[in-house]
Protein backbone atom coordinates (compact mmCIF):
# COMPACT_ATOMS: atom_id res chain seq x y z
CA UNK A 1 0.00 0.00 0.00
CA UNK A 2 2.94 2.55 1.43
CA UNK A 3 6.01 2.44 -0.99
CA UNK A 4 8.50 4.14 1.39
CA UNK A 5 6.92 3.30 4.66
CA UNK A 6 6.65 -0.18 6.21
CA UNK A 7 3.98 -0.11 8.78
CA UNK A 8 4.69 -3.44 11.43
CA UNK A 9 2.33 -3.71 14.88
CA UNK A 10 3.17 -5.62 17.45
CA UNK A 11 0.12 -6.01 19.79
CA UNK A 12 -0.94 -2.58 21.09
CA UNK A 13 2.32 -1.11 19.57
CA UNK A 14 2.72 0.30 16.06
CA UNK A 15 6.33 0.76 14.28
CA UNK A 16 6.59 3.50 10.91
CA UNK A 17 9.96 2.40 9.42
CA UNK A 18 10.51 5.38 7.01
CA UNK A 19 12.29 3.44 3.70
CA UNK A 20 14.31 5.11 1.22
CA UNK A 21 17.67 3.25 1.84
CA UNK A 22 19.31 5.14 -1.63
CA UNK A 23 18.88 8.56 -0.06
CA UNK A 24 19.93 7.54 3.17
CA UNK A 25 16.10 7.89 3.76
CA UNK A 26 15.86 11.08 2.94
CA UNK A 27 12.28 13.16 2.66
CA UNK A 28 10.94 13.59 -0.37
CA UNK A 29 7.19 14.71 -0.71
CA UNK A 30 5.91 11.40 -1.56
CA UNK A 31 6.95 9.94 1.94
CA UNK A 32 5.62 13.03 3.98
CA UNK A 33 2.67 12.30 1.88
CA UNK A 34 2.48 8.93 3.06
CA UNK A 35 3.53 9.53 6.53
CA UNK A 36 0.64 12.32 6.59
CA UNK A 37 -1.71 9.55 5.50
CA UNK A 38 -1.31 6.57 7.53
CA UNK A 39 -1.03 9.53 10.49
CA UNK A 40 -4.86 11.26 9.62
CA UNK A 41 -6.13 6.74 9.62
CA UNK A 42 -4.15 6.03 12.70
CA UNK A 43 -6.32 4.32 14.85
CA UNK A 44 -5.61 5.90 18.81
CA UNK A 45 -7.76 3.25 20.08
CA UNK A 46 -6.15 0.64 18.68
CA UNK A 47 -2.50 1.90 19.29
CA UNK A 48 -1.70 3.11 22.68
CA UNK A 49 2.16 4.46 20.88
CA UNK A 50 3.92 4.50 17.84
CA UNK A 51 7.37 4.03 17.49
CA UNK A 52 9.39 5.59 14.26
CA UNK A 53 12.43 4.30 12.97
CA UNK A 54 14.15 4.24 9.77
CA UNK A 55 15.17 1.51 7.68
CA UNK A 56 18.92 0.00 7.84
CA UNK A 57 21.76 0.70 10.28
CA UNK A 58 23.22 3.56 9.18
CA UNK A 59 20.50 6.47 8.82
CA UNK A 60 17.21 7.56 10.39
CA UNK A 61 16.73 10.24 8.26
CA UNK A 62 19.45 12.06 6.30
CA UNK A 63 17.28 15.40 6.16
CA UNK A 64 14.60 16.87 3.50
CA UNK A 65 15.70 15.80 0.06
CA UNK A 66 18.19 18.18 -1.17
CA UNK A 67 17.49 16.83 -5.21
CA UNK A 68 13.94 17.71 -4.79
CA UNK A 69 14.46 20.65 -3.20
CA UNK A 70 17.51 22.18 -5.72
CA UNK A 71 15.28 23.58 -8.12
CA UNK A 72 12.37 25.13 -5.86
CA UNK A 73 11.27 28.92 -6.13
CA UNK A 74 10.20 30.64 -3.31
CA UNK A 75 6.19 29.53 -2.62
CA UNK A 76 7.73 26.50 -4.03
CA UNK A 77 9.24 26.02 -0.80
CA UNK A 78 7.43 27.64 1.18
CA UNK A 79 4.75 24.81 0.50
CA UNK A 80 7.45 22.21 0.39
CA UNK A 81 8.45 23.16 4.39
CA UNK A 82 4.86 23.63 5.11
CA UNK A 83 4.33 20.02 4.32
CA UNK A 84 7.04 18.64 6.55
CA UNK A 85 6.04 21.15 9.36
CA UNK A 86 2.61 19.98 8.56
CA UNK A 87 3.22 16.21 9.16
CA UNK A 88 5.73 16.73 11.75
CA UNK A 89 3.20 18.65 13.67
CA UNK A 90 0.33 15.97 13.06
CA UNK A 91 3.13 13.22 15.01
CA UNK A 92 3.12 16.23 18.04
CA UNK A 93 -0.44 15.80 18.28
CA UNK A 94 -1.17 12.42 17.86
CA UNK A 95 -3.34 11.56 20.68
CA UNK A 96 -0.91 8.33 21.45
CA UNK A 97 2.77 8.89 22.36
CA UNK A 98 5.20 8.58 19.22
CA UNK A 99 8.86 7.55 20.03
CA UNK A 100 11.55 7.85 17.52
CA UNK A 101 13.99 5.31 17.32
CA UNK A 102 17.13 6.94 15.67
CA UNK A 103 19.27 4.64 14.29
CA UNK A 104 21.70 6.46 12.24
CA UNK A 105 21.94 10.33 11.00
CA UNK A 106 19.30 12.32 12.22
CA UNK A 107 20.20 15.51 10.08
CA UNK A 108 18.26 18.25 9.20
CA UNK A 109 14.89 17.06 8.72
CA UNK A 110 15.44 13.65 10.26
CA UNK A 111 16.63 16.08 13.21
CA UNK A 112 13.13 18.01 12.96
CA UNK A 113 11.04 14.76 12.83
CA UNK A 114 12.49 13.29 16.25
CA UNK A 115 12.11 16.55 17.68
CA UNK A 116 8.14 16.68 17.10
CA UNK A 117 8.17 12.76 18.63
CA UNK A 118 7.82 12.97 22.65
CA UNK A 119 10.43 10.97 23.43
CA UNK A 120 13.65 10.14 21.56
CA UNK A 121 16.25 7.33 22.02
CA UNK A 122 19.44 6.15 19.45
CA UNK A 123 21.75 3.69 18.78
CA UNK A 124 25.40 4.71 19.68
CA UNK A 125 26.27 5.69 15.84
CA UNK A 126 23.43 8.21 15.61
CA UNK A 127 23.85 11.60 14.52
CA UNK A 128 22.09 14.75 15.26
CA UNK A 129 22.59 18.38 13.56
CA UNK A 130 21.11 21.17 11.53
CA UNK A 131 23.38 21.28 8.67
CA UNK A 132 21.10 23.57 6.22
CA UNK A 133 22.64 26.59 6.42
CA UNK A 134 25.45 25.19 4.61
CA UNK A 135 22.94 24.56 1.93
CA UNK A 136 21.57 28.10 2.11
CA UNK A 137 18.68 27.61 3.79
CA UNK A 138 17.09 27.27 7.24
CA UNK A 139 15.56 24.33 9.38
CA UNK A 140 12.35 24.74 7.92
CA UNK A 141 10.50 21.69 9.60
CA UNK A 142 10.09 23.51 12.35
CA UNK A 143 13.44 23.11 13.80
CA UNK A 144 13.71 26.75 14.96
CA UNK A 145 10.56 26.23 16.59
CA UNK A 146 11.50 22.95 18.97
CA UNK A 147 15.14 22.54 19.18
CA UNK A 148 15.01 25.71 21.32
CA UNK A 149 12.91 24.04 23.58
CA UNK A 150 14.55 21.40 24.58
CA UNK A 151 18.03 21.82 24.54
CA UNK A 152 17.78 25.54 25.14
CA UNK A 153 18.33 28.61 23.27
CA UNK A 154 22.16 28.76 23.23
CA UNK A 155 22.83 25.37 22.03
CA UNK A 156 19.92 25.76 19.41
CA UNK A 157 21.66 28.92 18.01
CA UNK A 158 25.33 26.56 17.91
CA UNK A 159 23.81 24.17 16.54
CA UNK A 160 21.94 25.72 13.58
CA UNK A 161 24.58 28.48 12.83
CA UNK A 162 27.26 26.27 12.59
CA UNK A 163 25.43 23.24 11.00
CA UNK A 164 27.94 20.85 12.63
CA UNK A 165 26.73 17.64 14.00
CA UNK A 166 26.69 16.42 17.20
CA UNK A 167 27.35 12.46 18.23
CA UNK A 168 25.25 10.19 20.28
CA UNK A 169 26.74 11.14 23.84
CA UNK A 170 26.69 14.58 23.25
CA UNK A 171 22.90 14.49 22.05
CA UNK A 172 22.51 12.75 25.48
CA UNK A 173 24.15 15.14 27.34
CA UNK A 174 22.25 18.15 26.13
CA UNK A 175 18.95 16.83 26.66
CA UNK A 176 18.09 15.78 22.86
CA UNK A 177 17.55 12.56 23.63
CA UNK A 178 16.62 10.25 25.97
CA UNK A 179 18.70 7.13 26.46
CA UNK A 180 21.43 5.74 23.40
CA UNK A 181 21.77 1.67 23.13
CA UNK A 182 24.04 -0.28 20.94
CA UNK A 183 22.74 -0.63 17.94
CA UNK A 184 21.17 -4.09 18.09
CA UNK A 185 19.39 -3.02 21.02
CA UNK A 186 18.18 -0.06 19.89
CA UNK A 187 14.52 -1.53 18.61
CA UNK A 188 14.13 -3.57 21.88
CA UNK A 189 14.61 -0.33 23.96
CA UNK A 190 11.94 0.93 22.30
CA UNK A 191 9.75 -1.71 22.59
CA UNK A 192 10.53 -1.72 26.14
CA UNK A 193 9.13 2.37 26.78
CA UNK A 194 6.08 1.82 24.30
CA UNK A 195 5.01 -1.28 26.58
CA UNK A 196 5.86 -0.04 29.50
CA UNK A 197 3.09 3.25 28.00
CA UNK A 198 0.88 0.68 26.55
CA UNK A 199 0.37 -1.19 30.37
CA UNK A 200 -1.25 2.47 31.59
CA UNK A 201 -4.42 4.14 31.50
CA UNK A 202 -4.38 5.02 27.52
CA UNK A 203 -6.83 8.16 28.64
CA UNK A 204 -5.26 9.66 30.93
CA UNK A 205 -1.78 9.38 29.15
CA UNK A 206 -3.46 10.80 26.28
CA UNK A 207 -4.33 13.41 28.57
CA UNK A 208 -1.09 14.20 30.15
CA UNK A 209 0.15 14.43 26.47
CA UNK A 210 -2.39 17.53 26.11
CA UNK A 211 -1.53 18.71 28.98
CA UNK A 212 2.25 18.94 28.26
CA UNK A 213 2.07 19.92 25.25
CA UNK A 214 -0.56 22.92 25.64
CA UNK A 215 0.78 24.18 29.06
CA UNK A 216 4.29 24.76 27.64
CA UNK A 217 3.70 28.33 25.98
CA UNK A 218 0.83 29.19 28.81
CA UNK A 219 1.83 31.59 31.79
CA UNK A 220 2.33 29.53 35.28
CA UNK A 221 -1.44 29.98 36.78
CA UNK A 222 -3.25 29.14 33.15
CA UNK A 223 -1.03 26.32 32.79
CA UNK A 224 -2.09 24.90 36.36
CA UNK A 225 -6.06 26.10 35.73
CA UNK A 226 -5.88 23.97 32.46
CA UNK A 227 -4.50 20.95 34.09
CA UNK A 228 -6.98 20.99 36.86
CA UNK A 229 -9.96 21.26 34.12
CA UNK A 230 -8.58 17.67 32.51
CA UNK A 231 -7.45 16.12 35.85
CA UNK A 232 -11.01 16.44 37.05
CA UNK A 233 -12.20 14.45 33.30
CA UNK A 234 -10.18 11.63 34.51
CA UNK A 235 -12.32 10.98 36.89
CA UNK A 236 -15.27 10.38 34.84
CA UNK A 237 -13.42 7.27 33.12
CA UNK A 238 -13.61 3.55 33.88
CA UNK A 239 -9.84 3.55 33.76
CA UNK A 240 -9.80 5.71 36.87
CA UNK A 241 -12.02 3.97 38.94
CA UNK A 242 -10.69 0.50 38.01
CA UNK A 243 -7.39 1.56 38.27
CA UNK A 244 -7.61 2.72 41.71
CA UNK A 245 -10.13 -0.11 42.81
CA UNK A 246 -7.22 -2.57 41.82
CA UNK A 247 -4.48 -0.97 43.51
CA UNK A 248 -6.54 -0.37 46.86
CA UNK A 249 -7.28 -4.52 46.19
CA UNK A 250 -3.86 -5.07 45.39
CA UNK A 251 -5.27 -6.56 42.15
CA UNK A 252 -3.46 -6.20 38.56
CA UNK A 253 -5.45 -3.98 36.50
CA UNK A 254 -6.14 -4.04 32.57
CA UNK A 255 -7.02 -0.69 31.59
CA UNK A 256 -9.68 -0.57 28.69
CA UNK A 257 -9.61 2.95 27.98
CA UNK A 258 -12.88 3.99 28.61
N1 LIG B 1 18.85 14.40 0.20
C1 LIG B 1 19.04 13.70 -0.93
N2 LIG B 1 19.96 12.71 -1.03
C2 LIG B 1 20.69 12.43 0.05
C3 LIG B 1 20.55 13.13 1.24
C4 LIG B 1 19.57 14.15 1.32
N3 LIG B 1 19.33 14.86 2.42
N4 LIG B 1 21.42 12.63 2.14
C5 LIG B 1 22.09 11.65 1.52
N5 LIG B 1 21.66 11.52 0.26
C6 LIG B 1 22.12 10.57 -0.76
C7 LIG B 1 23.47 10.99 -1.33
O1 LIG B 1 23.33 11.96 -2.31
C8 LIG B 1 23.96 9.66 -1.85
O2 LIG B 1 23.35 9.41 -3.08
P1 LIG B 1 24.20 8.74 -4.30
O3 LIG B 1 24.59 7.37 -3.80
O4 LIG B 1 23.23 8.70 -5.44
O5 LIG B 1 25.38 9.62 -4.51
C9 LIG B 1 23.40 8.64 -0.85
O6 LIG B 1 22.35 9.31 -0.16
C10 LIG B 1 24.43 8.20 0.17
O7 LIG B 1 24.98 9.36 0.77
P2 LIG B 1 26.56 9.64 0.86
O8 LIG B 1 27.29 8.96 -0.24
O9 LIG B 1 26.75 11.11 0.98
O10 LIG B 1 26.88 8.90 2.24
P3 LIG B 1 28.02 9.27 3.27
O11 LIG B 1 28.08 8.15 4.24
O12 LIG B 1 29.28 9.65 2.58
O13 LIG B 1 27.49 10.60 4.01
C11 LIG B 1 25.82 11.98 5.10
C12 LIG B 1 26.31 10.54 4.79
C13 LIG B 1 26.84 12.67 6.02
C14 LIG B 1 24.48 11.87 5.79
C15 LIG B 1 25.71 12.77 3.78
O14 LIG B 1 24.95 12.02 2.85
C16 LIG B 1 25.07 14.10 3.94
O15 LIG B 1 25.71 15.07 4.37
N6 LIG B 1 23.76 14.22 3.55
C17 LIG B 1 23.04 15.46 3.58
C18 LIG B 1 22.67 15.81 4.98
C19 LIG B 1 21.95 17.13 5.02
O16 LIG B 1 22.48 18.17 4.67
N7 LIG B 1 20.69 17.12 5.46
C20 LIG B 1 19.89 18.29 5.56
C21 LIG B 1 19.11 18.51 4.30
S1 LIG B 1 18.23 20.04 4.34
C22 LIG B 1 16.91 19.72 5.31
O17 LIG B 1 16.70 18.67 5.83
C23 LIG B 1 15.99 20.86 5.47
C24 LIG B 1 14.66 20.49 6.12
C25 LIG B 1 13.67 21.61 5.93
C26 LIG B 1 13.31 21.78 4.49
C27 LIG B 1 12.46 22.95 4.26
C28 LIG B 1 12.28 23.12 2.76
C29 LIG B 1 12.04 24.44 2.33
Redesign the pocket.
Known amino acids: MYNYIKIEEKNAIAILTISAP???N?LNTTILNEMDNYLTHFDCNRYRCLIITGDGE??FV??????E?AN?NEPQ?QT??NR?AMVFRKIETLHVPVIAAVNG?A????C?LAMACDIRICSENARFGQ??V??G?I???SGTVRLARLVGMGMAKQLIYTGKPIKADEALRIGLVNAVVPQPELMDKAMEIANQIAANAPLAVKAAKLCINSEYDMDVDEAILYENGIFGHCFATEDQKNGMKAFLNKEKVTFEGK
Open positions: KSLAKSAGADISMLGFGGFLGGGEPEGLIPGF
